[in-house]
């Protein structure tokens, strides 16, 4: 069994910064994508940004030059620096991670959510 755990959530005001943190636990075998998605209210999921296992990245414009993704192999961690934050990244954020628990098929895992809400 695999568990994404986010912290890191809370209400901030516009051009603040907030940090969220993932954890993965369980059999794991190997990690290779992680990334954060997000979901605004009457909105789609969307992709926020991922990194491979070896390290590139990737986001969406609308996040670029204000949140960076990073992750620490060593301990099944991915984390989500978000600076200048405006109101509309106020969503639920979702860890997601695509992990390998034996030698079949790697799955898709989710974490439960944290919400990031920014005030104008």
């Known amino acids: 069994q695999v568990q994404l755990v986010e912290s890191g959530g809370g209400l901030v005001q516009a051009g603040g910064s907030l940090r969220l943190s993932c954890a993965a636990s369980?059999?794991?075998?190997?990690?290779?994508?992680m990334g954060w998605y997000r979901q605004a209210p009457g909105k789609q999921r969307e992709l926020v940004a991922g990194?491979?296992?070896?390290?590139?990245?990737n986001s969406a414009d609308s996040v670029k030059g204000r949140f960076t993704i990073s992750r620490d192999n060593a301990k099944n961690m991915v984390y989500l620096q978000m600076n200048s934050l405006k109101p509309e990244d106020t969503a639920v954020y979702y860890c997601?991670?695509?992990?390998?628990?034996?030698?079949?098929?790697?799955?898709?895992?989710w974490g439960q959510g944290t919400q990031v809400t920014v005030s104008s």
């Open positions: 997601y991670s695509i992990i390998r628990t034996g030698w079949g098929t790697p799955l898709n895992y």
């Open positions: 369980g059999s794991i075998l190997s990690i290779n994508f």
């Open positions: 990194i491979s296992s070896g390290g590139s990245t």
